[in-house]
């Protein structure tokens, strides 16, 4: 009789084992979601979405964490695949956004006023975009 509930326990083990792993198959071989066919669910300014996450970061990680944003600024910095938006003077941090693949740098000199939407991971001393997509550039 003890066999017979060992013999039942492994079964439900590996049953249980296989579908853990089918299912972590299935999230790693999910295709990436870009921000190229979502809408923004907030449009704003640099310095807006800035000053959010600087007076509550609580209330705007509820509000913008995760979600897709379209931020509009001035460049003030331009690395190899992201850059990054003024958000007033030069003691205060700013927004960085990461590129997309597949997205270049605007040849534009690095004042000029962009229109990007990506996707906010939060704030670490600047608030970052990620997957950012170029929708507009100013001169």
């Known amino acids: 009789m ?7 326990a492994g079964i439900v083990v590996l049953v249980l084992v296989a579908a853990g792993a089918g299912w972590g198959w299935y ?4 295709p990436h979601q870009g921000v190229n066919s979502e809408t923004a669910s907030a449009r704003l300014e640099a310095k807006n979405l800035y000053a959010a996450f600087q007076t509550d970061e609580n209330k705007a990680n509820g509000q913008y964490l995760g979600k897709v944003v379209e931020v509009k600024g001035k460049i003030s910095a331009k690395t190899s695949g ?3 938006l003024s958000c007033g003077d ?8 990461s ?4 997205q270049t740098l605007p040849g534009t000199d690095s004042s000029a006023i962009v229109t990007i939407k990506g996707r906010c991971t939060g704030y670490l001393m600047d608030v970052n975009l990620v997957d950012c997509i170029i929708e507009q550039i100013e001169q």
């Open 2 to 8: 003890r066999k017979k509930y060992i013999l039942i």
């Open 27 to 30: 999230l790693y071989n999910k």
């Open 82 to 84: 992201s850059l990054q």
């Open 90 to 97: 030069a003691a205060t941090g700013g927004i960085n956004c």
């Open 99 to 102: 590129l997309a693949p597949g």
